[in-house]
Nanobody, 128 residues
Framework: QVHPLESGGGLVQTGGSLRLSCAVP???????????MGWFRQAPGKEREFVAA????????YYRDSVKDRFTISRDNAKNTVYLHMNRLKPEDTAVYHC??????????????????WGQGTQVTVSS
């Protein structure tokens, strides 16, 4: 089993920044680096939605349109950790943010059902 562990959420004012971290302990480098890692979020009363992903192979990154130019996803393979740097936050970014690991090849990184392991989530609240 893989248990991603998120941290870094909190309360921030509009325009502020946060950095979310997701650690996947207990995996060897070769195993960890084979995962595509993604961030999803879910606001109250809404469906879970894709935020960003970083691929297993070449480190390609993917973002939903509303966070492009504000959020950056990165990974540190030496630490088995993926980060989501969030800048210029808006109230509509308020949600529980979940980290997920995708072990299979192919598929679509923006689709939640493609991911095999999920963290419990961390709350991000942006006040207006």
């Amino acid at each position: 089993q893989v248990h991603p562990l998120e941290s870094g959420g909190g309360l921030v004012q509009t325009g502020g920044s946060l950095r979310l971290s997701c650690a996947v302990p207990g995996r060897t480098w070769s195993t960890w680096s084979s995962y595509t890692m993604g961030w999803f979020r879910q606001a109250p009363g809404k469906e879970r939605e894709f935020v960003a992903a970083i691929s297993r192979s070449d480190g390609s990154t993917y973002y939903r349109d509303s966070v492009k130019d504000r959020f950056t996803i990165s990974r540190d393979n030496a630490k088995n950790t993926v980060y989501l740097h969030m800048n210029r936050l808006k109230p509509e970014d308020t949600a529980v943010y979940h980290c997920a690991a995708k072990t299979g090849r192919g598929g679509r990184v923006i689709v939640a059902s493609e991911y095999d392991y999920w963290g419990q989530g961390t709350q991000v609240t942006v006040s207006s």
